[in-house]
């Protein structure tokens, strides 16, 4: 077979809404751009929705619009993609990274409890929900761990030490913590809309919040500064050269193109979720019994993660290296993919910030030994077989 780690499904109504689009003749940011963000906004329970050509451009925006400056540290964990630090680095800030948990690769609420005492003086928080599971915001908790806990949750200890609370969901939607979808808790929340993401406008990101203020610097910030919306300035009756550009933006809009393509992964956004979760319980059903496999950990109710990665770990036991065991499941015609190579071992934030590996134990361990495995709607129970029955013959 030829199984890739990654497929997207345009089967929808894609071509539909971009033939309207271009029928149109207006193909950047305008009226789809604007409907995309009405949806989405309602989908996550946020009241404002801002669209931006990238998840990266948005956690930018939402760095800027929350106040993060020259010499403000912020918390962010060492397993993550680059954007999740990068964009603290444009502001001229300082990211000070955090170990996480084994096995589901999020910063808890002890990790954070750690970090403030030690760094009483951070600004924010970029807290990523990883692979498609919520982090714990705060409520409920001790069903979440599944035992009683004195600490507060992540949300409550942003708030009790005044910490700006960004959210990198870039992995997490559709995501919910206790039946309540990731969007609504933070300052801002940013998702990603890549072509390999649970939904997808090819290139694409969403900036949501519940803060009005935040919306509004987001929406200026998002083309040149421009006080009027280049849709408004086209559509209304005002001249649309009468404009002010009252600060230095950037030019992260979405085209109406992109936005097309997401509303109509929007519509199926329940059913890819739906395919997702049958992978990954299949997974579960057929490799969890491999004694040299660590599975990754699901914290509470399965239909509340997201299911955008399915990340086994090699542990101590394994007969093969994770590299060796990655050429072998290319050779079977079988796709992978590595989440992530820490960013203490990346050489940009590893010289600057003097970093060690050995500070970073459950990162590092899960780095050593984790491959991803396909998981996306479009996989076939044959195929899923497949795998996990090359995977058993691989590790005997």
Known sequence: ??????????????????????????????????????????????????????????????????????????????????????????????????????????????????????????KALMLVHFGGQAAEMGERRAEVRGRASDIDGILDICRKHGLKLIEDAAHAFPTRYHGRMIGSFGDATCFSFYANKTITTGEGGMLVTDNEDIYKRAKVMRLHGIDRDIWDRFTARKASWEYDVVAPGFKYNLPDVAAAIGLAQLERADEFHRARQKCAEFYYENLSDIGCLDMPVCHGAWEDHAWYLFSIVLNEKSPITRNRFIELLNEAGIGTSVHYKPLYHMSYYRDRYKLRAEDYPNAERHWRGVVSLPLYPGLKAEELAYICETIRRILG
């Open 1 to 122: 077979m030829n199984i890739p780690f990654s497929k997207v499904d345009c089967s929808g109504n894609e071509l539909k809404y971009i033939k309207e689009v271009l029928e149109s003749g207006w193909l950047t940011t305008a009226g789809k751009c604007a409907e995309f963000e009405r949806q989405f906004g309602r989908k996550v329970g946020g009241k404002y929705a801002c669209a931006v050509n990238s998840a990266t451009a948005a956690l930018h925006l939402a760095c800027e619009a929350v106040g993060i400056g020259p010499g403000d540290k912020v918390f962010v964990p060492a397993m993550t993609f680059t954007a999740s630090a990068e964009v603290i680095r444009y502001m001229g800030a300082d990211p000070i990274f955090l170990d996480i948990e084994y096995g589901t690769c999020l910063i808890t609420p002890a990790i954070l409890d750690a970090a403030v005492k030690r760094y009483p003086g951070a």
